[in-house]
Structures are given as structure tokens and as C-alpha cells.
């Protein structure tokens, strides 16, 4: 196999007798020849023989001579070959894979995920996925930041309250994560500039097109901030190194989908939310899905942009963390991304005092026992700060048009799933 050409390259060794492997994607047996089309992770490529051809979804090795061929994926074609079964299925798969559109029921497809996910056009979503979360990585590394690996097991429900995962740990009661935001905050102490990229649970009832139980979160924190507005300079810059890395990594895939690539503006739109509430005539604390909806709209008509940051979020809707606005108190230096009708990034400046958190806690009636191991680095100094975390399943649904968030998702849990 380290001689193995994979199916994209077939054109850079015309003439040559090379060595291909994958699935039987799809095969034709007419009288006097059969065309085997094999399925590897970069394309498909067709191989001509007369003998007869193994099932669809075989596992095969194919050795020929690349020859071109209008009519074959990508121009050129193996001929004279010789085939060799490396595996084959036990079932027939729950549709035709070969189909341009799959021919199965979103619950079908998920029941199946295993095989259904071969399927070119539901492979895709992870692909653009993958290269989303490339460009992220990419983009903060080269801005001096620090990935880290936080745990996803912790010993308080303190943060999100009731809505979290209980779990035995060794007797004792534990949680899943629902952020790592304490741990980052923590380690920015350490790194100044860190980031993650890892799942959050979420322990809430929602049975919507737009909700996970499970999802991977894209989490990013950064000292010596001003305020709010250096964030949102660094997430403007992730956000844009994501969509180039998309066009680098999968733009056949974009392609495959119709996936209409946004440009991301040299500074992104930003309105305060008292604003918002007068363009969505509101007197809400926060933001409807149908809000959202009409200010993206605004936003593209106004500006020519498809995001929209909302700055000024009241501070009875943030959570105790969130450092308040110095000229509006009751207002946040908290902002929201949105991203064609859809809230796709929350975050904003964080209190950085140790003074300031019991103050906050205080206010809401919480002493600071429960927060011991969260307020331990407040207590040795840290620079003021902030962050932001964004949901990579909801970005690479809004990027696709994917009209349910669990077409973007490998093996999604939700209130009523938890298998495959």
C-alpha cells in the first residue's frame, strides 16, 4: 500500500501502471465490459474490465495502466486490470451510495451513520467541517496562541446550574462540562493566549433543528485586552482564516453542496443592543430567533455583510463572570455574533479583579465557596481579559444551508439519540 495512488492523482501518472485502492462505489456489467468505479478519500476513479466485478462497498486493490478518458471521474481511467478483493459486505447498505442524493430519511441516514457517511454529499459537512476547525488552529497559532486540553469532567454544576450531565465519578457526584471557561480563563495566567477545541455537553430539553445535547465548541481567550472590542478583533480574524481555510482545504466539497462562501468584512458590523431593540421595536433582555433573523437581514442590506456582532448584552442576561460596561452598568461588554439569522459566537470582556468577583457573586446572592478552585488564579493577579466560544456544528449548518444541525454532526446526541 505505500505504492497505493489515490484517485485525484490519476491524471499525474498517465501512461503508467499504478496501484489504487478504496470501496466499489459503483459498477456496470455490460456484455462485453464492466466499469468499476472505486471510492478513496480524495475521489472516485473507474477501472475497465471483462471479468465480472465485485459487490458495491467491497473493499478492493486495483492495479492498471492510467489511460485518459473523457468519460471517466476526473478524465482518466485504469485499463488491463487486476483486482483484488480485500474485504467484502455482509448487507447490502440502506440506500444506493452511488445516487447523487441520498435516497434515505434523516433518521435513516443517522441510524446508519457508520455507512450513510460515505455518501459523497453527506461526507461533505464534515469535510468543510474539518477544515473550519484547521483554520481556527491555524489562524490563533499564528497569532500567538496556546492550545490547551481542559477537563471535561468536573466537580460542580456551578456555572450553568441545573443543566448539566450528572455523572458517578468513583462514588462521588461529577458533571460534564458545559465550557471550559473556567479552565481557560485560568490558563490565560499562564499562556496569556489559549485556546481549545473540544466537546461541550448540554443538558438542556430542546428537541430543535438548531440544538445538540453534544457539540464541538471553538473557545479562545486572550489578557491585556482594552475591553470587549479587541475580542471581537480576534474572532473576526478566526472567522475569516476558517472561511479561507474551507476554500484551501474543501473547496470540492463546498462545490459538491452549493455551499456559498461569505466574505468576512475588514471590521465586522457591530450595533448595541438597545439598538437592535429599537431596529426590532423590543423591549426583551434578549434577542428572539426571529430577531436575529430580521438583523442579519438588516445587516446585509445596510452593510453588504452576512455578520452582524451585537455588543451591550444586559447584565442580567450574562453570566456573573461578564465584565460590565463602565459607561452603562447595567450593560455588558458582552457581545454576540450573528451569522445569516443565527447566533453563532457568544463572548466578550471578562471581570479580572478578585475583588470584583466576590462583589458579582454578592450581588446575586452566591458566596464564593462553590468558586474556590475557579477564583484561585484571580487571587495571584490577572490582566484583564476575554473570550469567545463558537459552536462549529451550527457554523458548518449556516455555511452549508443545512436545514438541521444533525447534518452536520458525525454521531449526534440529542434528547432522543444516543446511538450509533
Not at 483484488?84 to 443517522?110: K, M, S, W
Not at 467541517?129 to 481542559?150: K, M, P, Q, Y
Not at 463602565?326 to 478578585?354: C, I, K, M, W
Request: hydrophobic share 40%; aromatic share 8%.
Amino acid at each position: 500500500m505505500i505504492s497505493r495512488v489515490m484517485s485525484a492523482e490519476l491524471a499525474e501518472h498517465a501512461g503508467q501502471r499504478v496501484t489504487i485502492a478504496g470501496w466499489v462505489h459503483r459498477r456496470r456489467q455490460l456484455k462485453s465490459v464492466s466499469f468499476l468505479v472505486v471510492r478513496d478519500r480524495t475521489g472516485l476513479a473507474q477501472a475497465v474490465t471483462a471479468r465480472d466485478l465485485p459487490g458495491e462497498e467491497s473493499v478492493v486493490e486495483v492495479t492498471g495502466t492510467v489511460t485518459a478518458s473523457p468519460q471517466a471521474p476526473g478524465g482518466f481511467e485504469l485499463v488491463a486490470p487486476e483486482i483484488e478483493v480485500l474485504a467484502e459486505p455482509c448487507t447490502a447498505p440502506p440506500f444506493d451510495l452511488y445516487r447523487p442524493e441520498p435516497g434515505a430519511t434523516l433518521p435513516t441516514i443517522l441510524d446508519h451513520a457508520p455507512v450513510a457517511l460515505r455518501h459523497p454529499r453527506l461526507r461533505a459537512p464534515l469535510e468543510i467541517s474539518a477544515a473550519s476547525v484547521a483554520g481556527f488552529r491555524e489562524t490563533l497559532d499564528g497569532i500567538g496562541f496556546t492550545e490547551i486540553h481542559t477537563p471535561k469532567i468536573v466537580g460542580s454544576a456551578t456555572e450553568s446550574g441545573a443543566n448539566v450531565f450528572g455523572i458517578d465519578y468513583f462514588g462521588r457526584p461529577a458533571y460534564l462540562a458545559q465550557s471550559p471557561q473556567f479552565y481557560k480563563q485560568a490558563m490565560v495566567g499562564v499562556f496569556e493566549r489559549v485556546y481549545e477545541v473540544g466537546p461541550v455537553f448540554r443538558a438542556e430539553p430542546h428537541d430543535t433543528v438548531r440544538h445538540l445535547a453534544q457539540y464541538t465548541s471553538l473557545d479562545a481567550e486572550l489578557g491585556f485586552v482594552r475591553d470587549h472590542r479587541d475580542v471581537m478583533a480576534v474572532l473576526r480574524e478566526a472567522v475569516a482564516g476558517m472561511l479561507e481555510s474551507v476554500r484551501r482545504r474543501a473547496a470540492s466539497a463546498a462545490a459538491l453542496l452549493g455551499a456559498e462562501l461569505p466574505e468576512v468584512p475588514a471590521e465586522i458590523p457591530a450595533i448595541h443592543f438597545t439598538e437592535a431593540q429599537r431596529l426590532t421595536s423590543s423591549s426583551e433582555p434578549d434577542l428572539s430567533p426571529a430577531q436575529e433573523r430580521w438583523l442579519s437581514e438588516w445587516a446585509l442590506r445596510e452593510h453588504g455583510s452576512e455578520f452582524l456582532f451585537v455588543t451591550g448584552y444586559p447584565m442580567s442576561k450574562r453570566p456573573f463572570y461578564t465584565h460590565p460596561d463602565p459607561a452603562r452598568p447595567d450593560h455588558s461588554n458582552g457581545f454576540d455574533l450573528l451569522f445569516r439569522g443565527l447566533e453563532l459566537v457568544t463572548g466578550g470582556q471578562r471581570l479580572h479583579a478578585y475583588a470584583d468577583y466576590v462583589a458579582a457573586l454578592a450581588a446575586r446572592g452566591e458566596g464564593t465557596e462553590a468558586y474556590e478552585g475557579y477564583l484561585q488564579a484571580f487571587k495571584y493577579g490577572m490582566p484583564p481579559h476575554g473570550g469567545f466560544a463558537l459552536g462549529l456544528e451550527r457554523w458548518t449548518a449556516r455555511l452549508t444551508g443545512a436545514a438541521n444541525i444533525r447534518q452536520t454532526t458525525a454521531f449526534p446526541r440529542d434528547l432522543h439519540r444516543l446511538s450509533p
